[in-house]
């Protein structure tokens, strides 16, 4: 009976730690995050500093949304290049993804999510095409 009981506790705190969405896991792990985040959208970009196509979608959605969207960017690449990042896109939030429990590694990037103003997923990508550009400006508009 022991067992089945720590049985079922395992497989409920596993569902619940899974179940758990990009965002909520971000904010557990950084508190401060929702006192920063000032725009209705949020977008989190799931991504690595010394990734040419993270770069690539940093560079696009800075120049198509900077005032729209508040970008929040889980970086797991190295420190150094995250903080030269972390100047050039000044009005980002920067955090380390290594540091973030219940998140997981990464097997891709970038990976896109997209969040309203209710902090409900509308959109997610994995990789960059120019065409996110053109989705995640119908999300907007449409949420």
């Not at 395992?10 to 006192?35: C, G, P, R």
């Not at 500093?49 to 770069?55: E, F, V, Y």
């Not at 994995?126 to 119908?138: A, D, H, P, V, Y």
């Amino acid at each position: 009976m022991k067992n089945l009981f720590s049985t079922i506790i395992t497989l409920f705190l596993i569902v619940n730690i899974y179940a758990q969405d990009t965002y909520s896991i971000i904010k557990n792990y950084d508190k401060t995050i929702e006192n920063i985040v000032d725009l209705d959208n949020k977008l989190i970009l799931i991504s690595n500093s010394g990734c040419g196509h993270c770069l690539i979608a940093l560079n696009r959605i800075k120049s198509s949304f900077n005032d729209k969207l508040q970008t929040i960017v889980i970086d797991y690449g190295d420190y150094e290049k995250r903080m030269e990042l972390k100047k050039k896109y000044e009005n980002y939030i920067f955090l380390d993804g290594n540091k973030i429990k219940n998140l997981g590694s990464p097997d891709f990037f970038p990976k896109l999510y997209l969040y309203n103003k209710e902090d409900v997923l509308i959109w997610k990508k994995e990789g960059w095409f120019n065409k996110n550009i053109g989705k995640i400006n119908s999300k907007i508009k449409s949420h």
